[in-house]
């Protein structure tokens, strides 16, 4: 059960640009290791894998209420990036933001992620929408 899992040890970060909102988890800006940002009216999903990447991969979100895999591509230009990106209106957004304290985000091949469904995250959602 992911809730059981030991979160990831970090913090989110919320961060309004020109054009975007982002809000990143990791141990500080340079460390990041999950994004979630709003931007051309949609939320992107992005996993940091540390070495570049060629081949998407399934990317799965695990809530108390809903779980699905979606695909994650690598991010043109930045090659340490798997992302996968959503209507703002997406069911999969809004279990994210009020889950039961914490989502888990699995990518194959890659560590799994046990994040904490702080504020940041409903603030990304909710600048898209």
């Given at each position: 059960?992911?809730?059981?899992?030991?979160?990831?040890?970090?913090?989110?970060?919320?961060?309004?640009?020109?054009?975007?909102?982002?809000?990143?988890?990791?141990?500080?800006?340079?460390?990041?290791?999950?994004?979630?940002?709003?931007a051309d009216g949609q939320v992107g999903l992005a996993y940091?894998?540390?070495?570049?990447?060629?081949?998407?991969?399934?990317?799965?979100?695990?809530?108390?209420?809903?779980?699905?895999?979606?695909?994650?591509?690598?991010?043109?230009?930045?090659?340490?990036?798997?992302?996968?990106?959503?209507?703002?209106?997406?069911?999969?957004?809004?279990?994210?933001?009020?889950?039961?304290?914490?989502?888990?985000?699995?990518?194959?091949?890659?560590?799994?992620?046990?994040?904490?469904?702080?504020?940041?995250?409903?603030?990304?959602?909710?600048?898209?929408?």
């Open positions: 059960n992911y809730l059981d899992a030991p979160q990831t040890p970090g913090d989110w970060d919320y961060a309004r640009e020109p054009g975007e909102t982002l809000a990143q988890f990791g141990t500080g800006i340079s460390e990041a290791r999950f994004i979630l940002r709003c940091v894998t540390g070495r570049a990447q060629t081949a998407a991969r399934a990317m799965t979100i695990r809530t108390e209420t809903l779980t699905r895999t979606i695909e994650a591509r690598p991010v043109a230009g930045q090659g340490e990036l798997l992302a996968a990106f959503l209507a703002p209106s997406d069911p999969l957004l809004d279990a994210m933001a009020i889950t039961k304290g914490r989502f888990a985000v699995l990518v194959e091949g890659q560590r799994s992620l046990y994040l904490p469904a702080w504020v940041e995250v409903s603030r990304v959602i909710e600048d898209c929408r």
